[in-house]
């Protein structure tokens, strides 16, 4: 099958990405779940925050990829291979109940993961994330596979 016109529903896959957490009272970061890449166009890392408490908190956000199923072999994403910019994934305390997205090609490597970090973090920050895909083979299952 093609890619169908005008049909958003069938033409995306959703992927677990990072469930719904609170970042305590500290800097360890949340590292997504690792997405296969085969079989896809592309993705995009989709961060949604809620409530974030600290008020001079930021929140780096890094995406590394890898052959390895494990990413034991992780380096970071060449820049060419990104859909928007680390920068602008990235956010700060200011930004309560926000969305914010990266894309990722499928050229590279195989598997891709996205990492929040926080920095000077002493309040709860809850952040999640989820990957959508654009699947080489339409339409995609439903409920997500």
């Given at each position: 099958?093609?890619i169908?016109?005008h049909d958003?529903?069938d033409?995306?896959n959703l992927k677990?990405?990072?469930?719904?957490v609170?970042a305590?009272?500290d800097n360890t970061?949340y590292?997504?779940?690792?997405?296969d890449m085969?079989?896809?166009?592309?993705?995009?890392f989709a961060i949604?925050t809620?409530s974030?408490?600290?008020?001079?908190?930021t929140?780096?956000?890094t995406?590394?990829e890898?052959?390895a199923?494990?990413l034991?072999?992780?380096a970071?994403?060449?820049?060419?291979?990104?859909l928007g910019?680390l920068?602008?994934?990235s956010f700060t305390?200011?930004?309560?109940?926000?969305c914010?997205?990266?894309?990722?090609?499928?050229?590279?490597?195989?598997y891709?993961?996205?990492?929040i970090?926080?920095s000077?973090n002493?309040?709860?920050?809850?952040?999640n994330?989820?990957?959508?895909?654009?699947?080489?083979l339409?339409?995609?299952?439903n409920?997500?596979?």
């Amino acid at each position: 099958m093609t890619i169908q016109d005008h049909d958003l529903f069938d033409n995306i896959n959703l992927k677990r990405g990072l469930s719904p957490v609170a970042a305590t009272t500290d800097n360890t970061a949340y590292v997504s779940q690792i997405l296969d890449m085969q079989g896809l166009s592309g993705a995009v890392f989709a961060i949604l925050t809620g409530s974030l408490a600290d008020a001079d908190a930021t929140f780096a956000v890094t995406v590394d990829e890898g052959d390895a199923a494990n990413l034991s072999d992780a380096a970071s994403v060449n820049t060419n291979d990104l859909l928007g910019t680390l920068a602008l994934a990235s956010f700060t305390f200011a930004a309560d109940d926000s969305c914010f997205k990266i894309g990722v090609r499928a050229s590279g490597k195989r598997y891709k993961r996205v990492t929040i970090t926080p920095s000077n973090n002493t309040g709860n920050a809850f952040i999640n994330g989820v990957w959508i895909t654009a699947p080489l083979l339409v339409p995609a299952p439903n409920p997500p596979a």
